[in-house]
């Protein structure tokens, strides 16, 4: 697996959670991290974070919810630095929960616009430029979540998530920019609750696997973090 030294990154919804936690892991790997958030102060806990990574760092805004937001954050990486080698979609939201019937279509577009639609938008924007370079890593979050119907919103967008990975990897076979998805797992998070099977520290090392492959390498896979935690017969240091 490669090393990402002088790489950067772009990291959404990286303020907290499994976000910050791959903005560390990056780093710790001597990959450049532009770190993500809704408003600029939200990232500072991020930035400080990265301080003893000896990396460089730059913080991006902007609301995913709106495309305008998601402009702004392709804006704020031509204003840093100018282009990303590794992208990680990883913001999302889930709905509040409630029977499948009662979900607006309010709540499915402005879920469907976060989990979706912008990770289009920022791959739209990045990925012919990696292809061109010769060299990009697309990772995009999903989620193993089934059954649960009073989520639907969430659970149809992660599924949609998944579709348009595998066609964007056809896209780009064989330009070594290879596009797959990441399943961190059910982290206890603020999404993800108090009751959930995992750490979010365990999304590590594993959700770095998919931006450390080698030139050429699987494209259109899933790769599911907790089969790579610490002491694991599969996993990684």
Same mark, same amino acid.
């Given at each position: 697996? *490669?090393?990402?030294?002088?790489?950067?990154?772009?990291?959404?919804?990286?303020?907290?959670?499994?976000?910050?936690?791959?903005?560390?892991?990056?780093?710790? *790997?001597?990959?450049?991290?532009?770190?993500?958030?809704?408003?600029?102060?939200?990232?500072?806990?991020?930035?400080?974070?990265?301080?003893?990574?000896?990396?460089?760092?730059?913080?991006?805004?902007?609301?995913?919810?709106?495309?305008?937001?998601?402009?702004?954050?392709?804006?704020?990486?031509?204003?840093?630095?100018?282009?990303?080698?590794?992208?990680?979609?990883?913001?999302?939201?889930?709905?509040?929960?409630?029977?499948?019937?009662?979900?607006?279509?309010?709540?499915?577009?402005?879920?469907?616009?976060?989990?979706?639609?912008?990770?289009?938008?920022?791959?739209?924007?990045?990925?012919?430029?990696?292809?061109?370079?010769?060299?990009?890593?697309?990772?995009?979050?999903?989620?193993?979540?089934?059954?649960?119907?009073?989520?639907?919103?969430?659970?149809?967008?992660?599924?949609?998530?998944?579709?348009?990975?595998?066609?964007?990897?056809?896209?780009?076979?064989?330009?070594?920019?290879?596009?797959?998805?990441?399943?961190?797992?059910?982290?206890?998070?603020?999404?993800?609750?108090?009751?959930?099977?995992?750490?979010?520290?365990?999304?590590?090392?594993?959700?770095?696997?998919?931006?450390?492959?080698?030139?050429?390498?699987?494209?259109?896979?899933?790769?599911?973090?907790?089969?790579?935690?610490?002491?694991?017969?599969?996993?990684?240091?």
């Amino acid at each position: 697996m *490669q090393l990402l030294e002088q790489k950067w990154a772009l990291v959404t919804g990286s303020s907290r959670g499994i976000g910050q936690q791959i903005a560390v892991g990056l780093a710790r *790997q001597k990959c450049n991290v532009v770190v993500h958030g809704r408003e600029i102060h939200h990232v500072q806990e991020t930035l400080a974070l990265l301080k003893s990574a000896d990396v460089q760092a730059h913080a991006v805004a902007g609301d995913l919810a709106t495309m305008e937001g998601v402009q702004s954050v392709i804006a704020g990486v031509r204003e840093g630095p100018g282009q990303i080698d590794i992208l990680y979609n990883n913001a999302a939201i889930q709905n509040k929960w409630k029977p499948i019937w009662e979900i607006t279509m309010d709540e499915w577009l402005h879920t469907f616009q976060i989990n979706l639609f912008s990770m289009i938008a920022l791959c739209t924007a990045f990925a012919p430029e990696m292809k061109a370079r010769g060299y990009g890593r697309i990772i995009n979050l999903t989620s193993g979540i089934k059954d649960i119907p009073q989520l639907a919103p969430y659970s149809v967008s992660k599924a949609a998530v998944d579709k348009y990975t595998r066609d964007l990897a056809a896209e780009l076979r064989g330009t070594n920019v290879l596009a797959n998805t990441l399943d961190p797992g059910w982290l206890r998070t603020d999404m993800g609750g108090p009751s959930a099977h995992h750490e979010v520290t365990t999304v590590l090392p594993g959700a770095l696997v998919p931006a450390l492959l080698d030139d050429n390498g699987p494209s259109g896979q899933l790769y599911a973090a907790q089969e790579y935690r610490q002491g694991s017969r599969d996993g990684v240091e």
